[in-house]
């Protein structure tokens, strides 16, 4: 619990200290930027020179000023502003389907929930702030450069959880884990631990699987109508457009973001039994 306190006291109250990140936005167009502080550092922007010196001791929203008198905001980034400027090593999940997942998948305070493919940790961050200081995040990972990566990423973000668990493991082989609230899958065969999944879940728990291509979906799709274990399956798409409003001019953005990957889900119950009831057909 004293994690999550210092969290999110550190967010409300803390003034900018070396090693936090912070995002520097120019008014004018509202450019943003996200950098990582250090004593002595800084950095060149298109309107000059900013030094981190400026920014330390400073609070969230304060205005520094570059080296050609240029204001700058400072903020601590937003879940979705660090998600955009982590360094990653993969594909990220992006916050629009992350928003849908964690609503649509139901993560909520105290659930326990396993992911396969932890990527950069974009969706991991997303659920470990939903399942909060009571809830457990497991996360299964194939490969130790991504291991590492996300570690690092959600250590820049939120420091190290203690209710974050990750295992080198292939989930195609299986899950350790039983009873289960949610089971998330980022792989390109779901369909392959369907079996595993109907093991683990609990009844009534939520089957999510991320993927880029239709064809895949179709597959996963199929299968799951086939277990007897999984109902309520249903497939969707997350597109955003952005509008442009100034003055007179109100229009959609010319680029929105298109397709990223598809969203399918499914509800592990009981299997029902057949039963006679005398009465003629």
């Known amino acids: 619990m004293q994690f999550w306190r210092k969290i999110f006291q550190a967010k409300e109250e803390r003034t900018f200290a070396e090693g936090d990140t912070v995002i520097l936005l120019d008014p004018e167009g509202d450019?943003?930027?996200?950098?990582?502080?250090?004593?002595?550092?800084?950095?060149?922007?298109?309107?000059?020179?900013?030094?981190?010196?400026?920014?330390?001791?400073?609070?969230?929203?304060?205005?520094v000023y570059s080296s050609r008198g240029a204001p700058f905001m400072v903020y601590r980034p937003t879940l979705r502003q660090f998600i955009m400027h982590m360094k990653r090593d993969t594909q990220i999940i992006y916050p629009k389907d992350i928003a849908i997942i964690l609503l649509y998948a139901d993560i909520h305070p105290g659930a326990t929930v396993l992911e396969a493919g932890i990527g950069?940790?974009?969706?991991?961050?997303?659920?470990?702030?939903?399942?909060?200081?009571?809830?457990?995040?497991?996360?299964?990972?194939?490969r130790e450069e991504f291991i590492r990566r996300a570690l690092k990423n959600i250590g820049q973000f939120m420091g190290e959880p203690p209710n974050l668990t990750v295992k080198l493991r292939d989930i195609y082989e299986g899950i350790?884990?039983?009873?289960?609230?949610?089971?998330l899958l980022d792989v390109p065969e779901p369909w392959r631990v369907i079996?595993?999944?109907?093991?683990?879940?609990?009844?009534?728990?939520?089957?999510?699987?991320?993927?880029?291509?239709?064809?895949?979906?179709?597959?996963?799709?199929?299968?799951?109508?086939?277990?007897?274990?999984?109902?309520?399956?249903?497939?969707?798409?997350?597109?955003?457009?952005?509008?442009?409003?100034?003055?007179?001019?109100?229009?959609?953005?010319?680029?929105?973001?298109?397709?990223?990957?598809?969203?399918?889900?499914?509800?592990?119950s009981e299997v029902p039994e057949v039963r006679e009831t005398g009465e003629a057909p």
């Open 31 to 63: 450019k943003e930027f996200c950098y990582r502080l250090r004593r002595g550092g800084s950095v060149n922007l298109h309107k000059g020179k900013i030094l981190f010196d400026d920014i330390l001791g400073k609070g969230d929203g304060a205005v």
């Open 120 to 142: 950069s940790g974009a969706l991991t961050l997303g659920l470990l702030r939903a399942v909060g200081e009571t809830g457990r995040v497991i996360s299964y990972e194939v």
């Open 176 to 183: 350790e884990e039983q009873g289960l609230d949610r089971v």
């Open 195 to 268: 079996d595993h999944a109907v093991q683990s879940l609990r009844p009534g728990g939520i089957l999510l699987s991320y993927l880029p291509t239709i064809i895949q979906v179709k597959t996963l799709v199929d299968a799951l109508r086939e277990n007897p274990s999984f109902t309520s399956v249903e497939t969707m798409e997350i597109l955003v457009r952005n509008w442009n409003i100034e003055g007179l001019s109100v229009r959609p953005f010319h680029r929105m973001v298109g397709h990223t990957g598809f969203i399918t889900l499914a509800r592990r």
